[in-house]
């Protein structure tokens, strides 16, 4: 759906008045507007949106997106001066038009794993022969794994996409599909719910093939943006606004009943039950701008070779990167 409006958006924002400049002002500080995406990235900033005057060093006013197909919107017109997207798009937006955003950080890596109930798979090349069933078409979990099969030279893999993420989860509970890449928290999902014997089971994570094959440590899946006019503005509140994030970020990784508690009482788009067993597999890091570009263009190198289209056609510059 995004590749179809993007443009629509890009047009929209090239029309959008000069004065939605991004923030308002409240005691003499620009109030930040932040959207975050419902789910696990929401859980990422649980601390601040459940408590902002207390968790957050400047003024900010906090909102959900159920879709990237929401945030993107309200990002290009200046609606809103703060967002979490998938990098690919961030990449895009920054080739469309270059003074649109910067990246301010790294907030997710891959939690992508393998789930499946045949305790004989355990690797990458046991997937020969079989259909996999994958969440993520024409996205990372995509391009991440045709990448590992071809460099483990597995050709003889059926990729499936047929079936959405939640309709994934709960045909692998019921016996429907066999083998399937899910992302969080529907891997946690699946296996919370599944009562089958054997047990369903992470037979492996994409993440550590990506490590195991030399293309780096991790592979980023969100960043945080910040429209650029607001960070030139106010660099000293996204400063301080990062390392609220930052701080809130490691809270949820080190407080996953909390968190998930804050979630759902926040209404971020997960129960607490689920929620609190993800935490601990969902990726959760904060790598600053000024020391994330290796890591992300390992993974923008992807999409390169297998949809140039999604990225821009191109590497982002060292614009794209808040320093």
């Known amino acids: 759906m995004l590749r179809l409006f993007f443009p629509v958006l890009l047009s929209a924002f090239l029309l959008a008045p000069l004065s939605a400049a991004g923030g308002r002002e409240h005691a003499g500080e620009t109030v930040l507007r932040v959207a975050t995406l419902s789910g696990p990235s929401a859980l990422s900033m649980a601390r601040m949106v459940c408590d902002p005057s207390a968790n957050v060093s400047v003024p900010a006013h906090f909102e959900t997106a159920g879709s990237v197909d929401v945030l993107l919107p309200k990002l290009i017109t200046g609606d809103i001066d703060i967002g979490i997207l998938p990098v690919n798009v961030a990449a895009k937006l920054h080739a469309a038009d270059p003074g649109l955003l910067v990246m301010g950080a790294v907030t997710g890596l891959g939690m992508l794993s393998v789930v499946t109930r045949d305790s004989n798979l355990t690797r990458l090349a046991d997937l020969d022969g079989k259909r996999l069933y994958v969440a993520g078409q024409g996205a990372t979990p995509e391009y991440v794994l045709r990448t590992l099969l071809k460099k483990a030279g597995i050709t003889n893999v059926s990729l499936d996409f047929s079936l959405s993420t939640a309709d994934m989860a709960a045909a692998l509970a019921s016996g429907r599909i066999s083998y399937a890449l899910l992302p969080e928290p ?67 990784r080190e407080n996953p009943e909390a968190a998930a508690k804050c979630a759902q009482k926040a209404d971020l788009g997960i129960l607490a039950e689920v929620a609190e067993k993800a935490i601990s597999h969902s990726g959760y890091t904060f790598i600053h701008a000024s020391e994330a570009r290796p890591l992300v263009e390992s993974l923008l190198s992807v999409y390169l070779e297998y949809a140039p289209a999604a990225i821009g056609g191109k590497l982002p510059d060292g614009s794209f990167y808040l320093k």
């Open 186 to 252: 529907f891997t946690t999902l699946a296996l919370e719910r599944d009562s089958g014997d054997p047990p369903l089971f992470r037979a492996f994570l994409l993440a550590d093939l990506w490590s195991e094959y030399g293309f780096g440590e991790n592979f980023p899946m969100t960043v945080c943006v910040i429209r650029r006019s607001v960070a030139e503005k106010n660099p000293g509140q996204i400063a301080s606004f990062l390392e609220s994030y930052r701080e809130s970020l490691l809270w949820t």
